[in-house]
């Protein structure tokens, strides 16, 4: 069965640093965009990451530039996405994704055809 699960989320301090994983099973993984969204508690689900199949494009939503960074290791059919100066607005269930068959990252949802579970991040003031 083709999955994707997330883990590496835990409690952190406004200021920490925190590196989530995405490992890909059932499938080969490596010629797909991956990326990462987040949704908050009362919030639409929104676009924080992604990445070519390549790993040599990357793009990400405006509140988290300069602060994380998606990667991506194919041999391990794993996605990361370290998060750095994490702040209480960054409190969310992140999810991994896969696109379908594109080029170039891409932060529309439907373009995503296989979610993970989620895994919680929660920063504290």
């Known amino acids: 069965q083709v999955q994707l699960v997330e883990s590496g989320g835990g409690l952190v301090q406004a200021g920490g640093s925190l590196r989530l994983s995405c490992a890909a099973s059932?499938?080969?993984?490596?010629?797909?965009?991956m990326g990462w969204f987040r949704r908050a508690p009362g919030k639409e689900r929104e676009f924080v990451a992604a990445?070519?199949?390549?790993?040599?494009?990357?793009t990400y939503a405006d509140s988290v530039k300069g602060r994380f960074t998606i990667s991506r290791d194919n041999a391990k059919n794993t996605v990361y996405l370290q998060m750095n100066s994490l702040k209480p607005e960054d409190t969310a269930v992140y999810y991994c994704?896969?696109?379908?068959?594109?080029?170039?990252?891409?932060?529309?949802?439907?373009?995503?055809?296989?979610w993970g579970q989620g895994t919680q991040v929660t920063v504290s003031s």
């Open positions: 994704a896969k696109a379908r068959a594109i080029v170039g990252p891409t932060r529309v949802t439907d373009e995503y055809d296989l």
């Open positions: 990445i070519s199949w390549s790993g040599g494009s990357t």
């Open positions: 059932g499938g080969t993984f490596s010629r797909y965009v």
